[in-house]
């Protein structure tokens, strides 16, 4: 056993030290548009075709085809689908069908809770649906908690410091431009004395 596996071992790795055959491709990264393409292939080599494909694909890059089989029960199943802007669209015949008539009935308390249900319901809908409004509600003034009015007074502090220290820097501003200002006419007038 062992001797098989050293065997196996050493034959993966001659075989793997061999350059590997380069063939060119002819394969393209796209798929062709417009395309179209249908065959049959059978379960037995020469035997009898029991499955169909066929597809084909529009230059707007819209795909319909669809494929038959016989399934395990011999019986012909058949899928058709489209492939467009909006989704991957399946009709198969192998997809169960509902049956449109068989609803089950509600019993007599399920439909005696549905109506209880829908009576509140409404209540409930008409009472929402108007609009309440407080007694004194238009002249009550609202009150702040002791955090709200503190954080308030910090909040309007440190807004006044905010708004000094940015008077403080306009008016720095200000005055640096009127030194410029100066300094050029002074430059100006030494130029205009020396030519």
């Given at each position: 056993?062992?001797?098989?596996?050293?065997?196996?071992?050493?034959?993966?790795?001659?075989?793997?030290?061999?350059?590997?055959?380069?063939?060119?491709?002819?394969?393209?990264?796209?798929?062709?548009?417009?395309?179209?393409?249908?065959?049959?292939?059978?379960?037995?080599?020469?035997?009898?075709?029991?499955?169909?494909?066929?597809?084909?694909?529009?230059?707007?890059?819209?795909?319909?085809?669809?494929?038959?089989?016989?399934?395990?029960?011999?019986?012909?199943?058949?899928?058709?689908?489209v492939a467009d802007d909006n989704g991957f669209h399946v009709d198969s015949s192998a997809l169960p069908i509902a049956n449109p008539v068989a609803h089950p009935r509600d019993t007599y308390a399920v439909a005696k809770a549905k109506a209880n249900h829908e009576n509140l319901y409404q209540r409930i809908a008409l009472t929402n649906s108007k609009v309440q409004v407080a007694p004194n509600a238009l002249?009550?003034?609202?009150?702040?908690?002791?955090?709200?009015?503190?954080?308030?007074?910090?909040?309007?502090?440190?807004?006044?410091?905010?708004?000094?220290?940015?008077?403080?820097?306009?008016?720095?501003?200000?005055?640096?431009?009127?030194?410029?200002?100066?300094?050029?006419?002074?430059?100006?007038?030494?130029?205009?004395?020396?030519?």
């Open positions: 056993m062992e001797k098989n596996i050293a065997l196996l071992l050493v034959s993966v790795v001659v075989c793997s030290s061999f350059p590997a055959a380069q063939f060119p491709t002819t394969t393209t990264s796209l798929a062709p548009r417009p395309f179209k393409y249908a065959f049959a292939s059978g379960r037995v080599p020469g035997g009898k075709p029991d499955r169909y494909t066929q597809s084909e694909g529009d230059a707007n890059g819209v795909i319909r085809g669809g494929y038959a089989y016989l399934d395990p029960n011999n019986e012909w199943q058949k899928v058709e689908y002249h009550r003034q609202l009150q702040h908690t002791a955090a709200v009015s503190s954080n308030r007074a910090a909040f309007h502090k440190q807004f006044d410091q905010i708004a000094a220290e940015h008077a403080r820097i306009a008016a720095e501003h200000e005055r640096m431009a009127e030194l410029e200002e100066k300094e050029r006419e002074l430059a100006e007038e030494q130029r205009l004395a020396y030519v």
